[in-house]
């Protein structure tokens, strides 16, 4: 703990006793001090879930259980959840007939801890279907604007010297819906289900573009997937030949078919559209192709009509996902408010957290291993005593970017185009401890 | 200086340049090492890969035709997703209409607010019909692709369409856009 934490809870000063614990309130309507993250016993904890009895209440007598008297099952091959997690899921529409292939499907942000999200729960968006491809025919070619075109087949760029990077991919479209005049009746999976975040490994794009030998008119790449809609992005080349990688592997395992298996483009912080996903061409030139998914889509136009295309990186942005959208508390008590954080031009350098619609904030504990362009894990404890709320939480990044209120940023932006919402997400209980997306 | 000094010298200064010589090859031989499995392509090679087609005129195929031709093509191989006149049966599927300047939000087709000719055949080309990519031949995009930007009132229904002509068209928000690409 830092010496502006002391500071900050001697000047609140407001010490609260309840049952056994001091809870020191750091802001306004039950916002506790992150310090006590770790001295919170259950004493005092309310639950999110079903009201659960205490043992002694229910009159119930611990017995050694079943599993435990018998053998379980074998070691296998390929692993598989706890069959009473199967409902965590994603989320995603029914398929269309007139749109085949396409669509997306959210993650399960609430249902979810810390800063990665397994490979079969990460967020899919597809313009075409996943196609199925085999590796040993799968080809990628870099061309154009350089000395000696090549062809590498995916076996050739397994030899290559590889980095492994822990980033975060968000769509250009997530939490567009926040765009709208009239909140949805959302939870944070379907509101904001469109990020996730992984460890990707991959070779540095420099690496096969300096082997190609880049000629000095040369100024953009232009990427296209080998799925059944060709899907083409534009990338300058300055940023390819930066922190741009092909990535082979995700959390450790080849990257999935619905990633992009065998290979993808993966742009650090930028819209999860120029992360090319199937990726077999690599044109170099002097201007970009404009594509459709950088010209009809992906273009964010401004209230003059003007509209700002190739608009990269993702803002600076974090979302409560417990307590959140269409979640009940049931008890009063003390709840772990916690969510996740990112921005794409950095890392994390702060989230606080306010009960009292941004009367208020405190500072969230953020885990200590952040690194650029990354999902942040934050947690503050915070008291329920049965009134309303409503929940927020805002992030600062390391280049001093602070998130927005959703106000400023749909009067700043307007709503004619739905891409790069990063507004402060409020969540309100109320009452009878039901959670609900407001605009506040 | 005695001798015993002289060989120390010497000694030195032999083991100084071997090892300089050593950092000479090592260095180059860091630099021949690209890994270097790449195996070498040449442009003629993937003209059937390449399916890029960008403002400038480059990898355009010959061939070409009319909106005549095109309505043709587009009633039988587009119509049942995008609508017998291109007003679409979804949210992504409006190709006509809209105005950039319109009081109200304004509506984004091809028509309204693509700012290349060029961008229609890429895309159709490469991902159109939706149910059947790349299963039209380079006349046939030509022509389906007149039939859209006619419908749309871009060109008459006689402009014959081809890599030459497609590169003339003004497309009506061609001056719509601001790049971003190097905003931080």
Request: net charge neutral; with cysteine.
């Amino acid at each position: 703990m830092s010496d502006k934490d002391l500071e900050k809870v001697a000047g609140n000063g407001l010490i609260n006793r309840r049952s056994d614990i001091d809870l020191e309130k750091v802001a306004g309507n039950g916002l506790i001090n992150r310090r006590h993250l770790l001295g919170l016993g259950l004493a005092g904890a309310g639950s999110l879930a079903s009201s659960s009895l205490l043992a002694a209440d229910a009159g119930l007598n611990l017995e050694i259980p079943g599993w435990s008297k018998q053998p379980g099952a074998n070691a296998n091959g390929y692993g598989t959840r706890s069959r009473f997690t199967e409902n965590i899921q994603r989320m995603s529409g029914a398929p269309n007939p007139l749109y085949p292939g396409g669509g997306a499907s959210r993650s399960p942000l609430h249902e979810l801890q810390g800063s990665i999200t397994p490979n079969s729960l990460h967020f899919e968006r597809h313009h075409a279907g996943i196609p199925d491809i085999d590796p040993a025919q799968h080809k990628l070619v870099i061309h154009g604007l350089v000395r000696q075109p090549l062809v590498f087949s995916y076996e050739d760029l397994l030899r290559y010297p590889m980095v492994s990077k822990i980033y975060f991919l968000e769509c250009s479209g997530n939490s567009g819906s926040l765009f709208g005049p009239n909140p949805a009746d959302g939870t944070a999976q379907s509101l904001h289900g469109l990020v996730s975040g992984a460890e990707w490994t991959g070779i540095p794009l420099s690496t096969l573009l300096d082997e190609a030998g880049v000629e000095p008119e040369a100024r953009w790449i232009n990427a296209v997937g080998a799925d059944a809609a060709s899907m083409g992005r534009s990338i300058p080349l300055n940023r390819a030949m930066d922190d741009v990688m092909l990535a082979l592997y995700q959390n450790g395992e080849p990257v999935r078919p619905a990633q992009g298996y065998p290979m993808r483009l993966f742009v650090p912080g930028c819209e999860g559209n120029i992360s090319v996903k199937w990726l077999t061409q690599i044109k170099l030139s002097t201007e970009p192709t404009h594509f459709r998914d950088e010209t009809s889509k992906y273009t964010d136009t401004r209230l003059d009509r003007k509209s700002l295309q190739f608009t990269f990186p993702m803002g600076t942005k974090s979302v409560i996902t417990s307590p959140s959208g269409k979640m009940k508390l049931e008890r009063q008590g003390v709840y772990q408010v916690t969510g996740i954080a990112w921005s794409g031009r950095g890392s994390i350098r702060r989230v606080e957290v306010s009960a009292d619609g941004g009367r208020s904030w405190a500072d969230a504990m953020i885990e200590s291993h952040q690194s650029e362009k990354a999902l942040a894990r934050f947690r503050i404890p915070w008291q329920w005593n049965g009134g309303s709320a409503v929940l927020q939480s805002r992030a600062t990044d390391s280049q001093g970017n602070v998130q927005p209120s959703r106000t400023s940023l749909v009067t700043e932006k307007g709503n004619i185009s739905t891409y790069h919402y990063h507004g402060i997400q409020s969540w309100a209980v109320n009452t009878a401890g039901d959670v609900a997306n407001v605009y506040a | 200086m005695s001798m015993p000094n002289i060989i120390e010298k010497r000694n030195k200064l032999v083991a100084l340049s071997l090892a300089i010589i050593a950092l000479i090859s090592f260095s180059s031989m860091m630099q021949a090492q690209t890994i270097g499995l790449g195996t070498p392509i040449s442009e003629s090679q993937l003209q059937g890969f390449d399916l890029i087609a960008p403002p400038n005129g480059s990898g355009y195929p010959d061939g070409s035709g009319t909106a005549v031709q095109g309505k043709v093509i587009f009633d039988r191989r587009c119509a049942a997703c995008h609508a017998m006149d291109g007003s679409g049966t979804s949210g992504n599927t409006r190709l006509v209409g809209g105005n950039m300047q319109s009081a109200e939000r304004p509506i984004r087709t091809v028509g309204s607010y693509w700012p290349h000719a060029s961008t229609l055949f890429d895309y159709v080309r490469r991902a159109m019909p939706a149910d059947a990519p790349k299963s039209l031949s380079g006349s046939e995009v030509y022509q389906v692709i007149a039939y859209v930007l006619f419908l749309n009132g871009i060109v008459d229904d006689s402009m014959v369409l081809n890599k030459d002509s497609i590169m003339d068209i003004d497309m009506p928000n061609k001056d719509g856009f601001i790049d971003s690409s190097q905003a931080l």
